[in-house]
């Protein structure tokens, strides 16, 4: 499985963006994808997860109402809208993929920073 993400800049707080991480080497029927991010000087947190088939999703409570996470079954991509940037937003997004049975997420795509200034 390889992921790569991209989409990653410098917006002012309010503003919006839109990551995109592009899954390839195997169908992701049976597979949960996700955002994870790590701020500087602090450990990687969840962000938000969709399943692949299906469509089911999960927010952390830090971006619930602002970020939406969705796929394209077509394009094998998966995106994370992210609308009313913060400050506290800012990091390095990574995104990841699991077999839905699996415990932690086995593949990690090589992050995109987002930098929000205020």
């Known amino acids: 499985v390889q992921l790569q993400a991209f989409g990653g800049g410098l917006v002012q707080a309010g503003g919006s963006l839109r990551l995109s991480c592009a899954a390839s080497g195997r169908t992701f029927s049976n597979y949960i994808m996700a955002w994870f991010r790590r701020a500087p000087g602090k450990e990687r947190e969840f962000v938000a997860s969709i399943r692949w088939s299906g469509g089911g999703t999960g927010y952390a409570d830090s971006v619930k109402g602002r970020f939406t996470i969705s796929r394209d079954n077509a394009k094998n991509t998966l995106y994370l809208q992210m609308n009313s940037l913060e400050p506290e937003d800012t990091a390095v997004y990574y995104c990841?993929?699991?077999?839905?049975?699996?415990?932690?997420?086995?593949?990690w795509g090589q992050g995109t920073l987002v930098t929000v200034s205020s």
């Open positions: 990841a993929a699991k077999v839905i049975i699996a415990v932690a997420y086995d593949y």
